[in-house]
């Protein structure tokens, strides 16, 4: 059985920064693409941000030249990088990985979120 924990959330002031990480556990055969997703109260989850396994990254709009996604393939690991904070970055960051666990089918995996909270 495959999971996917965050960790790193917290609070941080304004233009503060933060790294959230995701590690990914089980009998693992391939990741493919991994990503980070956050929801606000009351909104629906976003993206932020995409890591391929050919190491290309993309990301919102809204967090392009603040938010840095990385991974340690080795580690089946990937990382946020925030810096920059804004209140409007409060949300529970998600992480998600495209994965095919051993003896099993390709398929999509969620980490139960960690809270990212940005207030002075």
């Known amino acids: 059985q495959v999971q996917l924990v965050e960790s790193g959330g917290g609070l941080v002031q304004p233009g503060g920064s933060l790294g959230l990480s995701c590690a990914a556990s089980?009998?693992?055969?391939?990741?493919?693409?991994m990503s980070w997703y956050r929801q606000a109260p009351g909104k629906q989850r976003e993206w932020v941000a995409t890591i391929a396994d050919s190491g290309i990254r993309t990301y919102a709009d809204s967090v392009k030249g603040r938010f840095t996604i990385s991974r340690d393939s080795a580690k089946n690991t990937q990382y946020l990088q925030m810096n920059s904070l804004k209140p409007e970055d409060t949300a529970v960051y998600y992480c998600?990985?495209?994965?095919?666990?051993?003896?099993?089918?390709?398929?999509?995996?969620w980490g139960q979120g960690t809270q990212v909270t940005v207030s002075s």
């Open positions: 998600k990985a495209d994965i095919i666990p051993s003896g099993s089918y390709r398929q999509l995996q």
């Open positions: 089980g009998n693992i055969l391939r990741i493919y693409s």
